[in-house]
T-cell receptor, first 115, second 113 residues
Framework: GENVEQHPSTLSVQEGDSAVIKCTYSDSASNYFPWYKQELGKRPQLIIDIRSNVGEKKDQRIAVTLNKTAKHFSLHITETQPEDSAVYFCAASRSGGTNAGKSTFGDGTTLTVKP | DSGVTQTPKHLITATGQRVTLRCSPRSGDLSVYWYQQSLDQGLQFLIQYYNGEERAKGNILERFSAQQFPDLHSELNLSSLELGDSALYFC????????????FGPGTRLTVL
């Protein structure tokens, strides 16, 4: 089955700096890669996602890049703000074959943005 | 507010008991997913239903079962509860059968004493 590894597990940056979180996946058939932000005690919320037919996607200060050959995708947050502090999860899934629909999540990255 | 509702918010019960968690998806969403989030773990996919049929299964214990009803709401049944079942249980919904934007509910916090 799919295995997703996420690094780093914790990340501390100064306000205004950039933050990068990287995930690698094992199943070459995976074709959907969302990123979720989860604040303490709250639900995960989708912040950006990318499909395998696209190499990069950007939404204001957030971007995701995908390298299908190397089987890794990364979340980039620029101009970080204290309200970006949260746990970020990556996930991978595929739309065909056995267990299509199953999302495999990384273990999460705790991002702290210091004012 | 994602539009996904879950009840109850909190549940405290004893080992060996059985509980039912309920989820109502966003209007128009046909897929429902269940996840378990323990204190020291990330999100673990349990099961997915699409329009009443089971579509994908994760590491769901045999003591756990789920179903999706004709009105598309879903229930997750947990039986013979153990201390280790204490966790946050999230349900999410999406429009499509295959992986797509998922909207998470607020979760049910289950505590097994």
């Amino acid at each position: 089955g799919e295995n997703v590894e996420q690094h780093p597990s914790t990340l501390s940056v100064q306000e205004g700096d950039s933050a990068v979180i990287k995930c690698t996946y094992s199943d070459s058939a995976s074709n959907y890669f969302p990123w979720y932000k989860q604040e303490l005690g709250k639900r995960p919320q989708l912040i950006i996602d990318i499909r395998s037919n696209v190499g990069e996607k950007k939404d204001q200060r957030i971007a995701v890049t995908l390298n299908k050959t190397a089987k890794h995708f990364s979340l980039h947050i620029t101009e970080t703000q204290p309200e970006d502090s949260a746990v970020y999860f990556c996930a991978a899934s595929r739309s065909g074959g056995t267990n299509a629909g199953k999302s495999t999540f990384g273990d999460g990255t705790t991002l702290t943005v210091k004012p | 507010d994602s539009g996904v509702t879950q009840t109850p918010k909190h549940l405290i019960t004893a080992t060996g008991q059985r509980v039912t968690l309920r989820c109502s998806p966003r209007s128009g969403d046909l897929s429902v997913y269940w996840y378990q989030q323990s204190l020291d773990q990330g999100l673990q996919f349990l099961i997915q239903y699409y329009n009443g049929e089971e579509r994908a299964k994760g590491n769901i214990l045999e003591r756990f079962s789920a179903q999706q009803f004709p009105d598309l709401h879903s229930e997750l049944n947990l039986s013979s509860l153990e201390l280790g079942d204490s966790a946050l249980y999230f349900c999410a919904s999406s429009v499509a059968q295959f992986p797509d934007t998922q909207y998470f509910g607020p979760g049910t916090r289950l505590t097994v004493l």
